[in-house]
């Protein structure tokens, strides 16, 4: 997939990202950080919005493009964002980032329902 580190990434994000053209062409993303302790199963709130600031401020600084808009989910441990797709690349590619999947997701077709009901239909 061409990340360079071992994030976890959904391949609908990897075809948004592909798909999307042009200087303003933003996606977005949904990224879960890895704790940094391993008896915690996300970072703590705070150390949440903490790493989330540093990561987007160190992934503007790298690309020279910060995000269009983000929102920090603190007690789950994780972050959405709206980027350009060379943004959310760099993004995938950080250390502390444990995965990384697409904020729109395609609809499923839901097969078709056949009536419940046991009553005859009216004539």
């Known amino acids: 997939m061409g990340n360079k580190s071992n994030t976890n990434t959904d391949p609908e994000l990897v075809r948004q990202m592909h798909a999307a053209t042009?200087?303003?062409?933003?996606?977005?993303?949904?990224?879960?950080?890895?704790?940094?302790?391993?008896?915690?199963?996300?970072?703590?709130?705070?150390r949440t919005e903490e790493l989330t600031r540093h990561l987007l401020e160190r992934v503007k600084a790298r690309i020279g493009k910060g995000a269009v808009d983000f929102n920090v989910f603190r007690n789950m441990g994780s972050f959405v964002v709206s980027a350009h797709p060379a943004f959310l690349r760099e993004l995938i590619a950080q250390p502390e980032?444990?995965?990384?999947?697409?904020?729109?997701?395609?609809?499923?077709?839901?097969p078709e329902q056949k009536p419940t009901s046991r009553a005859k239909p009216k004539s």
Do not use: C, H, K, Y
């Open 22 to 46: 042009g200087d303003d062409a933003s996606v977005e993303a949904v990224f879960m950080l890895a704790p940094e302790d391993p008896s915690q199963i996300v970072p703590s709130p705070e």
């Open 97 to 110: 980032i444990a995965s990384a999947m697409a904020n729109q997701q395609p609809r499923t077709e839901q």
